[in-house]
C-alpha cells in the first residue's frame, strides 16, 4: 500500500528504531525478537489537514508512543497485535473496527507476530473547525468512541471510506489528488461525527430548519462553484448555520445531501462539455466538473447515463461520437 510513498525500507534495527521515534512519535522502541533479515517497511502519503501511513514487519515489535496533537486510526491487518491507552485497563486487539488513538494520549503497541498497519492521522484542529462547522458553534473538546464500541455499521463504512482513499491515492492520478483529498478528508471526518462522537449522538434530534434564504444559497453556491470540493465548513459559511442543519433540511427539501445534490449538477455540466464543445477529452472534463478521480467520474457517469463518457469528436460521422447516441448530424 502506498509504495510511491516510501518513507522508510531497511532491515537495520537502528534505522527502524529512528524511524519509530522521527515520523510517529514514539519514545521506546522494543526489537529484541528481531529476526535479521526482517525488513521494515513505512508509507507516508503527507496532506495538509492529514496523513495516511502503511507499515509492515515481519519481526515482534513494541513500541511505546508520546502523546501527539492529531487523532489516528489504526486498522490492524495481522493478527497477533495489541494496543493499550493509557489509563485504559483494557488492550485493543486486531479488528474489523479498527482502534481510535485520541490526540493528547500517550498508547503503547504490541506487536508479536510482526505488524501491518493502515493508519490515517488527522490534525486535532482541522477535526475541531469541521465539528464546529458541522453543530454550527465552537466546540473544543472532541470525545469519540472506540469503533468496536460505536456503531457497527458506521464503523464498517469508515473503514471501507479509508480503504478506498488508500487505493485512489495509490493509484489515482496525481492531478486529481487536491479535490480527491480534501473531499475524502471531510468525508471521514463527518462519519466520525456522526457514528463515534458522543455530543453528536447525543444530540440527534433534529436541529432547528434554515431560512428559505439560507438553503437558496447554498443552493446557488453549488452550482456557481460546482468544480470545487464541498466541506463542512463551507456549508457552515454560505449558509450561516451549522451544516448539520444543512445537510438535514437537504434532505426533506431535495430527498438528498448537499454532495448528492452537488454530484448531479457535477454530471449534468460534465455532459453538456462532452456533448456540447468539440475538442475537450473525458480526463480534462472530469477534473474542470470537480470529480476526484477518474474512475469516481466514469463509474458516476455510467450510472447516471447509461453510457460511458465520450469525448465529442471534432468532426462527428456517426452516432458514436454523442454521449446518448443521438443528436449527431443528419
Known amino acids: 500500500m502506498l509504495a510511491s510513498y516510501r518513507l522508510v525500507q531497511t532491515s537495520d534495527v537502528n534505522e527502524i528504531e529512528a524511524a519509530w521515534i522521527q515520523n510517529s512519535r514514539g519514545n521506546r522502541v522494543d526489537m529484541s525478537g528481531a529476526g535479521a533479515a526482517s525488513e521494515f517497511v513505512a508509507d507516508l502519503a503527507p496532506f495538509d489537514d492529514g496523513s495516511l501511513t502503511y507499515g509492515r514487519y515481519g519481526s515482534p515489535i513494541a513500541v511505546s508512543f508520546d502523546a501527539a496533537d492529531y487523532t489516528r486510526l489504526i486498522y490492524q491487518l495481522r493478527e497477533g497485535s495489541a494496543i493499550r491507552l493509557e489509563g485504559e485497563s483494557s488492550e485493543f486487539g486486531s479488528s474489523e473496527a479498527g482502534c481510535l488513538i485520541p490526540a493528547g494520549r500517550r498508547w503503547r503497541s504490541r506487536y508479536a507476530g510482526g505488524l501491518e ?31 468496536s464500541a460505536a456503531d457497527p455499521r458506521g464503523a464498517e463504512e469508515l473503514r471501507q471510506a479509508i ?16 479535490k480527491l483529498i480534501v473531499s475524502s478528508l471531510d468525508d471521514i471526518g463527518l462519519r466520525l ?29 453549488l452550482v456557481e462553484h460546482y468544480a470545487d470540493p464541498l466541506t463542512l465548513e463551507t456549508l457552515a459559511d ?41 475538442g475537450n477529452t473525458v480526463e480534462s472534463v472530469a477534473l474542470h466538473c470537480g470529480f476526484p478521480s477518474m474512475a469516481a467520474f466514469a463509474r458516476s457517469y455510467q450510472r447516471q447515463f447509461g453510457a460511458a463518457p465520450i469525448a465529442r469528436d471534432p468532426c462527428p460521422t456517426h452516432p458514436a461520437a454523442w454521449p446518448d447516441g443521438e443528436g449527431g448530424p443528419e
Open 117 to 147: 498497519n493502515l493508519t490515517v492521522r488527522i490534525p486535532t484542529t482541522t477535526l475541531q473547525r469541521k465539528l464546529s462547522a458541522y453543530l454550527g458553534s465552537d466546540r473544543q473538546a472532541l470525545d469519540l468512541l472506540q469503533p
Open 238 to 278: 454560505v449558509s450561516g448555520v451549522g451544516a448539520r442543519n444543512v445537510i438535514w433540511y437537504f434532505q426533506i427539501r431535495h430527498g438528498s445531501t448537499p454532495q448528492q445534490y452537488l454530484q448531479r449538477v457535477r454530471l449534468q455540466m460534465a455532459y453538456l462539455q462532452l456533448r456540447i464543445f468539440a
Open 193 to 221: 461525527f456522526t457514528s463515534f462522537s458522543r455530543d453528536v449522538v447525543a444530540a440527534e434530534s433534529p436541529p432547528a430548519a434554515p431560512s428559505a434564504i439560507q438553503l437558496g444559497r447554498v443552493e446557488q453556491y
Open 163 to 178: 480503504f478506498h482513499l488508500t487505493r485512489a491515492v495509490d493509484a489515482g492520478d496525481r492531478k486529481f489528488l487536491p
